[in-house]
């Protein structure tokens, strides 16, 4: 649970009625917050209204496609008329896309560049005026997708990848206006994003538990958690900044285990203290050494 205060502060979530989103805009509602939510799914608009009905005052609700730049603009305004201020913008509305580069259609191409990069681009540029008038601030959801290349995820890889360079140069331009701006970079999480693929094979979740570090994929509370912080003013002094909350997936080589881990106790174990080195065979190896 999230114990921010955001009595009297205004707030948009792209996304915002599914997973991460939906994650973040209920914790905002809990902490005071008027949240506007944009989101181009009426089905999942209806359903998060009504788990949220007791908010009811604090929301609202608009469909929206953040691909379209004249929509989301009349969505900003809208909202900033009845709140008279926006505090927090998070742009993470994002889909996938499946292919390599050479599968790829424009039009695959162009759907994933178009929610993911133009659908930030388009949220923050209506953001920004009014986040440098409260000195606000902005987070993107990207993703590690965006920190290196997945398998036959080309367009969205170079979306998400857009999003993290396309954070840092607003941090840089605005950080003087009074407004930071941050990317929480998610690995796998249990939102409807992955859930078909998983639901598809147990050997994808078994795979992810053996990568990640923590064991196991995330759940949309512990992102939103994270994407709460970066936009309170806990986070005063984090500007520009791309944090991956992946349970420490990226900060594995991906290299196959070597030799063996305790944690897995059917692989084989090297034992501990043993040296991964011959000196004679090193020595060998130095031009001109001798053994
Ligand atoms: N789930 C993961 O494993 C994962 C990992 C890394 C990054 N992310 C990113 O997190 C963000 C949130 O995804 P999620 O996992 O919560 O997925 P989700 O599908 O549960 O939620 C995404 C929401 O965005 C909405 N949306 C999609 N395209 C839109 C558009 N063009 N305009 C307006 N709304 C749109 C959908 O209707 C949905 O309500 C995305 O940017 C995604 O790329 C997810």
């Not at 993703?143 to 993290?164: E, F, H, T």
Request: glycine share 10%; aromatic share 4%; proline share 4%.
């Amino acid at each position: 649970m999230s114990d921010a205060d955001f009595t009297g502060r205004a707030a948009i979530v792209s996304g915002g009625a599914s997973g991460i989103g939906a994650s973040v805009t209920r914790r905002l509602l809990e902490g005071g917050a008027q949240v506007a939510v944009l989101d181009y799914s009426a089905e999942n608009l209806a359903r998060f209204a009504a788990s949220v009905a007791q908010r009811a005052d604090q929301l609202l609700a608009v469909e929206v496609d953040v691909s379209d730049s004249a929509a989301v603009n009349a969505a900003v305004a809208d909202f900033t008329a009845q709140s008279g201020r926006l505090d927090i913008a998070v742009a993470n509305a994002g889909i996938g896309g499946v292919g390599g580069v050479a599968e790829l259609d424009d039009a695959s191409w162009r759907a994933v560049q178009s929610v993911v990069v133009d659908g930030v681009f388009h949220l923050c540029r209506a953001s920004l005026p009014h986040l440098v008038s409260t000195g606000g601030s902005i987070v993107t959801t990207s993703s590690i997708s965006g920190l290196g290349g997945d398998r036959r995820m080309a367009a969205y890889a170079a979306a998400k990848g857009a999003v993290i360079n396309l954070t840092r140069s607003m941090a840089v331009d605005y950080g003087r206006r009074g407004v930071r701006v941050n990317s929480v970079a998610p690995g796998p999480v249990a939102t409807p994003i992955l859930r078909p693929a998983l639901d598809r094979s147990t050997e994808l979740s078994e795979t992810y538990a053996q990568r990640i570090p923590l064991g196991r994929i995330a759940e949309p509370d512990e992102i939103a958690e994270v994407i709460l912080f970066l936009a309170s003013e806990r986070a005063s002094f984090i500007n520009g900044a791309v944090l991956p909350v992946d349970g420490g997936l990226t900060a594995w080589t991906a290299q196959p285990d070597i030799v063996g881990s305790a944690d897995f106790p059917e692989t084989f174990a090297v034992p501990a203290g043993t040296m991964l080195t011959d000196r004679a065979t090193e020595a060998a190896e130095v031009p001109g050494a001798t053994a």
